[in-house]
């Protein structure tokens, strides 16, 4: 029987993709398996317990900065995406003209730029507004996990709009939706699908951003990715795998809720 | 048909679209003017790129013309966006709403237009029942068949009662049965609801079956606007005449003409009677268009049966018919002829015999220019 090709069949890729497979989650999977570890040790297991999440949950820190991180990433997310959406509307339902990849690239340019370049610069800009302001909150913190944000919830959003038949729209203002009505009840609910995904990618971007936040935060305003940084230069317990853990189980938890509901609106 | 003070369902008035700017520029429709009635089925029949396409949506309000004025039933809607125009379309795509019902779909012009809910349902049933989708409501416009999408993209667009019905070649997906069923459909739903329908096409015959009249266009203009026969049996020019069905042009030169009946002389085929177009005075150089259907093959060289004689170059079996193709003796010229099939007859003629051809009378006519 004639086959065609698969890369699949070729000799050796069971191997590597295995040792890539590897490379990816055994790391993960030590640090999983070690914060069920009885034992004070990162090296040594001595039995499975749940004490180090206990103790990760009466850690007051613990608490205050991971519902600091929550604020900052929903804030953020939510900011970004309105942002987002409105931006993948300007530049793909419009006749093309002079300058909108240039605009496609003013958008996109976070993703290049060298985070820690964004982080010293920040630093300082806001170093400046605080004193002319006096003002030192959150604010900062959301502003600026706002800004990194964006190009994450756009490249979905953009992509899906790309991808809608612009007919429809056509259609909707043939049946006599006025732009905004066509907007509401046909672009919307067929987009929400790239907005919920831009929402999520934004909000787990800012969940686990470690270092804008770290020059642009004031005293006091640790997220949980920060404050395990901090503790990490102390003693190493396994409190840090169990916070981890939890972490880990939210992100999933969140890529699972948006396939879901992805899955369901085709 | 009393030609009173009645006033068109659409007008077009000097109408052109140009796109592009300088030497790009470039005319979709050329300074068109067309009146279509109330209540007609009327077709713009042409070849891709003729502009039949453009004008229906400027028609429709998806495009603004550079210039001209479109008459809605007296009203100027040239400037007019489409979700103001009592105008609906059925699209080529059928855009249906994926994210609706079959309902939801039907009912969205009349939500659209701010009805009380009541009679968007009422609406909406009878929508279903007239394209017989009753079963279906409840579907996601992803769930039913393409003839099934096309019926809820009808549905849709005459759930409103729209002055005007614009079809966007909304027959070019199905297959040949179904499109030969839809086509009925449509002509039953047009007699029906009695909205005026303007449908685009490129398909010759789809536009013979289906219309009351026909534009036929080329470049941008309207060459010819008539009812399907005026348009088959009297070309008003060789392009009209050559769209519209096959055709078999001789060139002659007019010896006389009596009565409107004018005696040809052609090199391939000796004197033919051929009618002349209404007010149309010529002498010298023409052309003679003549149908395949009216002539017929015969033994070769027999005088006062056939007019001209050459050799048969190729047989085509149509079922209902057979169509042959014949090389005439300057051995350059295909002349083209279709014959009925007779029940127990098998082939008369095989490829490479000489043959005659036999005109029918009054089946030629000269072509204008």
Known sequence: MARTFSIRRQRGFTAIAMICFF????????????????????????????????KAFENQHVIDASLRSLQIAMTAAIISTVAATMAALATTRTEPYRGLTLK???????LMIPEIVTAVALLIFFARIKTW??????????????????????????????????????????????????????TLPL??????????????????????????????QDTLPTYMLGQLRRAITPEMNAISTLFLLLSIGVVTVFFIVNRKRV | MPHMAELSAVEIRNVSKVFGFGEFAFAAVDNTSVSIRQNEFFTLLGPSGCGKTTLLRLIAGFEFPTSGDIMLSGENIAAMPPF????????????????????????????MLGRPKQEVRDRVAAMLKLVRMEALAGRRTSQISGG???RVALARALAPQPKVLLLDEPLSALDYKLRKDMQIELKRLQAE????????????????????????????????????REIYDAPADRFVADFIGETNFLKGRIAS??????????????????????????????????RPEHASLCPPDQPGVCQMSGTLENVVYFGTDTHYHVRLSDNETVFTLREQNKPLQGARFAEGDRVGIAIEANAARVLRN
């Open chain 1, 23 to 54: 490379a990816l989650y055994l790391p993960i999977g030590v640090l999983v398996f070690y914060s069920f570890n009885a034992g004070q040790s990162l090296a040594s297991f001595e039995g499975v317990s749940l004490r180090w999440f206990q």
């Open chain 1, 104 to 110: 496609y690239a003013f958008i996109n340019q976070p």
């Open chain 1, 133 to 186: 302001t006096g003002y030192s909150g959150l604010g900062y913190l959301i502003a600026a996990h706002t800004a990194f944000c964006i190009p994450f919830a756009y490249l979905p959003i953009r992509a899906r709009l790309e991808n809608m038949d612009l007919t429809l729209e056509k259609a909707a203002a043939d049946l006599y939706a006025t732009p905004w009505k066509a907007f509401r009840y046909v």
């Open chain 1, 191 to 220: 987009l929400w699908p790239g907005i919920l995904a831009g929402f999520m990618l934004a909000f787990v971007i800012s969940l686990d951003d470690v270092v804008i936040t770290e020059f642009v935060k004031s005293a006091g």
């Open chain 2, 84 to 111: 103001k125009r009592p105008v609906n379309t059925v699209f080529q795509s059928y855009a249906l709403f994926p994210h609706m019902t079959v309902a939801e779909n039907i009912g969205f012009g009349l939500n």
């Open chain 2, 148 to 150: 099934q999408q096309q």
């Open chain 2, 193 to 228: 609801t009695g909205i005026t329908f303007i449908f685009v096409t490129h398909d010759q015959e789809e536009a013979l079956t289906m219309s009351d009249r026909i534009a036929v266009m080329s470049s941008g203009k309207i060459l010819q606007v008539g009812n399907p």
């Open chain 2, 257 to 290: 003409v009596d009565n409107g009946i004018a005696s040809v002389e052609t090199a391939m085929a000796g004197v033919i009677s051929a009618t002349m177009p209404k007010d149309f005075n010529a002498d010298g150089e023409v052309t003679v268009v003549l």
